[in-house]
């Protein structure tokens, strides 16, 4: 997410100010000023504004993510967390270790789930909760992030993580339904670029909040940004690389400042809680700079416009209307390419739409893995992600949806 990457380096300068001007204003309040009495003497003086002016701003510089979620966030109906479950290591022919976490009956529908950048699999909480008791599911961590673990720099890019997916598919043993979001999603499309034999293997493909190409194509200012590549956003990922430890450290400081909080509340619409956006920012933060700044100089240099015209599997696209990300124009191109694509727009979401609506998505992720999974049994095809019986309503066209309520 190349954006937010850009919008969290402001707010972390922003952080680093404040805890600044707090050290500035405590060292003038120590140091005070020589004044003479009336009878000559020197007497130094302390202006009391400053020692509580910079008590303050130190005290925000370091405990303001306890209060910024709660200015700029709702409050929670259902939390969620950087949660994990008991996983597994696997050893991937790129080199990386990856870790990978199954959920749900032995013999149910497999469901593939792949992360967005900066995130890991623990983003994917919601959907253990709503799809765990009818799916198979498998969650893993992209190289480098989480507790995954790449090799070298050159496993983290697009074609090694396919590469790694597709290792995923052939584990998994069964037809899956693969899932991403956002560079997920551009993984999905690399593996069916590079590994077209695969999709024998395939029972449909998901892609939520994603683009075809390089995403500063398909973002808002997308021209501006575009103008900013070469001198400004290339400089600025190699000099995390190069500088990793020390950009690591201003990360943390930013997110115990809550201006981490702040950049991510950018990539949420109108259903945004506290738990995603500290979920989304402690993410952010604990994941390597370095790996980071890679993995967007990757995402600058990707391309995969037209996979989709190839496609011979279902796929269901999703997008948010108010995605700054990866625009929801982006998801119609991707949908437009294939008869086999069906386009779903939600409502009100931003590019953290998976977690902010997941009622929404995971039912449609649900009615469509259930359709395409040729072991689904009728039970299983009887129920929605909400516990309700009956019909089993689909929703997909072109149009926004509204708020689903998760009973």
Do not use: C
Request: aromatic content about 8%.
């Amino acid at each position: 997410m190349p954006l937010l990457g850009f919008v969290r380096f402001f707010t972390t300068l922003l952080s680093l100010a404040i805890l600044a001007a707090a050290g500035y204003l405590l060292w003038s309040w120590y140091d005070g000023h020589l004044v003479r009495t009336a009878v000559g003497d020197l007497v130094r003086e302390r202006d009391g504004w400053r020692l509580w002016a910079g008590l303050g701003l130190f005290a925000w510089s370091f405990l303001g993510s306890r209060i910024v979620p709660l200015l700029i966030a709702r409050p929670d109906t259902r939390r969620t967390m950087a949660q994990r479950a008991g996983g597994q290591m696997i050893a991937s022919p790129t080199g990386s270790s990856l870790y990978v976490e199954t959920h749900g009956p032995t013999g149910a529908p497999i469901i593939i789930f792949t992360h967005g950048w900066a995130m890991d699999s623990t983003f994917w909480h919601y959907a253990k909760q709503d799809l765990g008791d009818r799916f198979r599911l498998l969650l893993w961590d992209l190289p480098g992030l989480g507790r995954s673990k790449a090799p070298d720099q050159e496993a983290i890019s697009l074609s090694a993580f396919a590469t790694d997916l597709a290792h995923l598919v052939n584990f998994a043993g069964r037809p899956a339904v693969l899932v991403g979001h956002s560079i997920g999603g551009m993984t999905i499309q690399t593996l069916l670029r590079d590994f077209p034999q695969l999709q024998a293997r395939l029972a449909g493909v998901v892609l939520l909040n994603t683009t075809y190409t390089n995403p500063l194509k398909t973002m808002v200012f997308s021209s501006v940004f575009e103008a900013l590549r070469r001198p400004v956003l290339e400089p600025m990922m190699k000099l995390a690389m190069a500088l990793q430890p020390l950009f690591w450290a201003v990360k943390w400081q930013s997110y115990l400042s809550g201006s981490s909080h702040m950049a991510n509340r950018l990539g949420f619409g109108k259903f945004a809680t506290r738990s995603q956006l500290e979920h989304t920012s402690l993410l952010s933060t604990r994941n390597p700079p370095g790996v980071l700044a890679r993995g967007n100089l990757a995402m600058m240099h990707w391309d995969a416009t037209d996979v989709l015209t190839r496609l011979r599997i279902p796929a269901l696209v999703i997008g948010g209307d108010l995605d700054i990300i990866t625009k929801l124009e982006a998801s119609r191109e991707l949908a437009a390419e294939s008869d086999l694509a069906t386009l779903q727009a939600v409502a009100g979401v931003n590019h953290m739409g998976p977690m902010e609506r997941a009622d929404v998505y995971n039912t449609a992720i649900a009615e469509f893995a259930l359709q395409v999974q040729p072991s689904a049994t009728v039970d299983l095809a009887a129920r929605t992600v909400d516990g309700e019986t009956g019909e089993n309503r689909t929703g997909r066209d072109s149009r926004p949806i509204g708020p689903r309520p998760l009973h």
